[in-house]
């Protein structure tokens, strides 16, 4: 059943899986009003989207460090689907960088939701790395779904000898469990989503200024075709196309029925970067002298339930094939090179 939704803020709006989400909102006719912390490329995003002019604006806010300019952001949207929390690697201080504002934008996101009597559902993204016990050891065949949590503790994830990976996850775990805390303490007068993908690849939707300032997901992928050797080597074998992810991000907001729930979306086949060597040398043969083709094996050791959330938000995802294809296309075409 569908809710009436029509204005929906976006945060994370001018970053890779946000654009898309906003891509897919203005596609189903809805108005969108995208959170940035730059303007400009907020503007820009408009600029390249002339026929949405009227349904799409942007309203700035300030790093998640300090949060601000939010209260502002919810005024008299339907629906927020929070997407903004640092994704990065290259980290000097993992508590500061990435653990810190992740929890600051949710508490600061839903605090600011709470006092828009206008605001019915707010959809978080969360990620497969809050979910992930990267230190299981089986059953053979055992299938994570939404109800599993990462087991690290604040203090390990914060820990400066911790990897940015450790951290990463510790953050998206610390912040989604900030949101539900908040919900059973505070009774809110809208509901939650949480979605908790794995690896998202695919075709840009956002401004960058270069190939060199890719998202992190899609940068490893741009190494390949740029000729890295050896290839590296994926964290888990589960992934979504960023399309399709956006559009259980959409569903998820104008669902009455997700209302509570948590969701895994990802795509029913596995991956590896020997897999996108290998598309993206099929596809396109000029990169056959710099693109590295190896044997990688994929764990299939155990599994992830995307199916439920594709079944209840009606989507089919696409296969890693096309998404390798239509990436690496847009990626050669910027370069000048098809
Ligand atoms: N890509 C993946 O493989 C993947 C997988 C699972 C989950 N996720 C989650 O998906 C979300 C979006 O990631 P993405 O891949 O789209 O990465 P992205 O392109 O780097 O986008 C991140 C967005 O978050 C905002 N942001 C980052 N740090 C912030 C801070 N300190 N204060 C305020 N805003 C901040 C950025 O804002 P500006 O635009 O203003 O710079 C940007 O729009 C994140 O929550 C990430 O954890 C990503």
Partial sequence: MASKIDFVLVTGATGFIGAHVIDTLLAR???????????AKGEEMIRSRPQYSQKLEFVQIQDFENPGGLTEAVNGVDAVIHVASP????????????????INGVRAMLEAASNAP?????????????????NRKGPQGFTYTAADWNPLTY?????????????????????????????????????????????????????IDS??????????????????????????????DA????????????????GGKRYTPAAPERWSYALAAKYMVSHFPELCDEVKLEEQVIDDSFSLDGETAAREFGYRCRR??????????????????T
């Fill in 87 to 102: 994704f990065k690697l290259n980290t000097s201080d993992n508590e500061k960088e990435l653990i810190i504002p992740a």
């Fill in 155 to 207: 203090e390990e994830a914060a820990d400066p000898k911790s990897t940015p990976v450790v951290a990463y996850r510790g953050s998206k775990k610390y912040a989604e469990l900030a949101a539900w805390g908040f919900v059973k303490e505070k009774k809110p007068h809208f509901d939650i989503v949480t979605l908790c993908p794995p690896m998202v690849f695919g075709p840009i939707a956002h401004p």
């Fill in 243 to 258: 399309r399709d992810l956006a559009i259980a991000h959409v569903e998820a907001a104008l669902r009455k029925e997700a």
């Fill in 320 to 337: 890693f094939e096309e998404t390798i294809r239509d990436f690496t296309a847009q990626c050669l075409a910027r370069k000048g090179r």
């Fill in 29 to 39: 006719g809805r108005r969108v009003r995208g959170a940035t912390r730059s303007l």
């Fill in 211 to 240: 190939l060199d300032h890719l998202n992190e997901s899609n940068a490893a992928l741009w190494d390949i075709a740029k000729g890295v050797d050896p290839l590296p080597v994926g964290r888990v074998p589960f992934w979504i």
């Fill in 118 to 134: 206008s605001v019915q559902r707010v959809v978080i993204t969360s990620s497969f790395a809050a979910v992930i016990d990267t």
